[in-house]
Nanobody, 124 residues
């Protein structure tokens, strides 16, 4: 099993900043991708940002709505992914979910794990 623990959500005024963290633990052999999704009330879950392992290089991609404001990063030694959110807008209000994909140990097999979600609320 691979468990994810998220932290960092909260209430912030428009224009403010928050930093989300997600730590993965368990029988992890490798991690191929780490990302953040969000789901606002009445809307479908959408990709916010994702960072994939390209050997010596990590590749990041972002939703158009957050480009230039959010930054995703990862600490491979800690199996942790971060989402730095700046210039927050009320439309960023949602539950943010961490997603991690890779290969587990004993036996080797793929996994696709989700965090429990953390609420981000941006007031106008």
């Amino acid at each position: 099993q691979v468990q994810l623990v998220e932290s960092g959500g909260g209430l912030v005024q428009a224009g403010g900043s928050l930093r989300l963290s997600c730590a993965a633990s368990g029988s992890i052999f490798s991690i191929s991708a780490m990302g953040w999704y969000r789901q606002a009330p009445g809307k479908q879950r959408e990709l916010v940002a994702r960072i994939t392992n390209g050997g010596n290089t990590n590749y990041a991609n972002y939703a158009d709505s957050v480009k230039g404001r959010f930054t995703i990063s990862r600490d491979n030694a800690k199996n942790t992914v971060y989402l730095e959110m700046n210039s927050l807008k009320p439309e960023d209000t949602a539950v943010y979910y961490c997603n991690v994909r890779g290969t587990m140990n004993y036996p080797l097999r793929g996994y696709d794990s989700w965090g429990q979600g953390t609420q981000v609320t941006v007031s106008s």
